[in-house]
């Protein structure tokens, strides 16, 4: 959306494709029950089913959109997990320090990494409730602007700390010139902290070529977002990667659910931002911080990784009332009752020992911080995206 419009982008959060084809469903189960009987009710049951088994087979989905998942996973959270704005606490993960947990500690690491100073503009794309952007407005001095295609998380940020956020997915700005009017080139630093993982479907886990033009696209965004003349021209993005440990029945069992509930595709070690970026950036440093992500699980258990949350009466309702909006609420909640997320660290998930050389042997993931320097004499950019060329990747 090319204008921020949170009462629009609540009700389209609420009810999109996905949710008039499960209404399709259900209807189709409820005409079937009565006009052939009981087992007509389970024609929804069976739908999901064969598209599961299509889906894995062919990698397309004939019936929802994965990426429509995504917003809706942030929703989700919103509604059932508690305190996860605030407090010292963000949707991605704190630093590790001694036995407790720092979001200070993991901003001022970040701040430093990109240069930050007062006067300076940062864009932080997928910001969340707007918490680091608050911390670089509040204690750095910085103009900060966030990205976010979910409503309920952008108006929290506009409404509790007075940011200017874009309800849009990134891709979009890709197509939009009024946006592109308002944000290309006004950057002194971008940030992208723990959504590129979602930036690829999982249909296109086979895809590489299109995973290379996503991440290419993203890379060319940022580039686009930076102001060349900045003495800082840095992006900082934090990305779940894969490994390539060999994998068994659990590994897809928990995949499953995970895809269920968060939509995405992690690149390999070897792939993704880091190959992509090189056109435009220069790689300043990679680090490891896959224990502080998996800590912060372990430590806090109002963190979605490990959540236990409390079920009140108003978080039944809206579990209920999203049966009728979401086709994948069961898979949500199976997802929770496996603990799916914590099996992807391997053996020992929930030790509260900080040992990065054992979790690399045995995790499935990887968590990277990188740091990326805009070149002096970049790839040439476009003074506005052609649509032809990223309509394929728009949502």
Not at 49 to 59: N, P
Not at 257 to 286: I, N
């Amino acid at each position: 959306m090319a204008k921020d419009n949170t009462r629009a982008a609540a009700l389209i959060n609420a009810v999109d494709r996905n949710t008039v084809v499960w209404w399709g469903l259900l209807l189709a189960s409820a005409a079937l029950a009565w006009a052939a009987g009981p087992w007509g009710a389970l024609f929804c049951l069976a739908a999901l089913l064969c598209d599961d088994v299509l889906f894995w087979i062919f990698g397309k989905s004939l019936l929802f959109d994965s990426q429509l998942r995504v917003r809706r996973n942030y929703q989700w959270i919103h509604n059932m997990y508690d305190g996860t704005a605030g407090a010292g606490r963000d949707l991605g993960f704190n630093l590790a320090v001694g036995d407790g947990l720092s979001q200070r500690a993991k901003y001022e690491h970040m701040a430093a990494r990109l240069g930050l100073k007062k006067g300076m503009a940062i864009c932080d794309v997928g910001c969340g409730y707007g918490d680091w952007l608050r911390y670089c407005r509040d204690v750095i001095g910085c103009e900060a602007v966030g990205i976010n295609l979910t409503p309920e998380q952008a108006d929290y940020a506009r409404r509790e700390y007075g940011l200017e956020v874009h309800t849009t997915n990134w891709k979009d700005i890709l197509v939009d010139p009024g946006l592109q009017a308002r944000l290309f080139g006004r950057f002194d630093a971008v940030t992208f902290m723990d959504t590129v993982e979602h930036y690829v479907s999982m249909e296109d886990r086979n895809d590489v070529e299109k995973q290379r033009r996503i991440y290419s696209d993203m890379c060319l965004l940022a580039a686009r977002l930076l102001d060349e003349r900045s003495p800082a021209r840095r992006v900082f993005l934090s990305c779940l990667h894969q490994t390539r440990r060999p994998r068994n029945w659990k590994f897809y069992w928990h995949a499953y659910f995970m895809d269920k509930m968060y939509s995405g595709h992690y690149p390999f070690v070897d792939e993704g931002p880091l190959a992509e970026c090189r056109r435009w950036f220069t790689v300043q440093s990679v680090e490891d911080r896959t224990e502080d992500y998996r800590l912060t699980g372990v430590r806090d258990r109002r963190h979605f990784q490990a959540v236990s949350f409390r079920l009140t009466p108003r978080k039944l309702a809206y579990a209920a009332l999203l049966l009728l909006l979401d086709p994948h609420v069961v898979h949500r909640v199976l997802y929770y009752l496996c603990d799916s997320w914590m099996f992807f660290y391997g053996e020992n998930a929930y030790s509260p020992a900080y040992d990065a050389e054992y979790r690399r042997r045995v995790s499935w993931v990887l968590l990277y911080w990188i740091t990326l320097e805009l070149t002096p004499d970049p790839s040439p950019v476009p003074a506005q995206f052609p649509a032809s060329r990223f309509r394929e990747v728009a949502s």
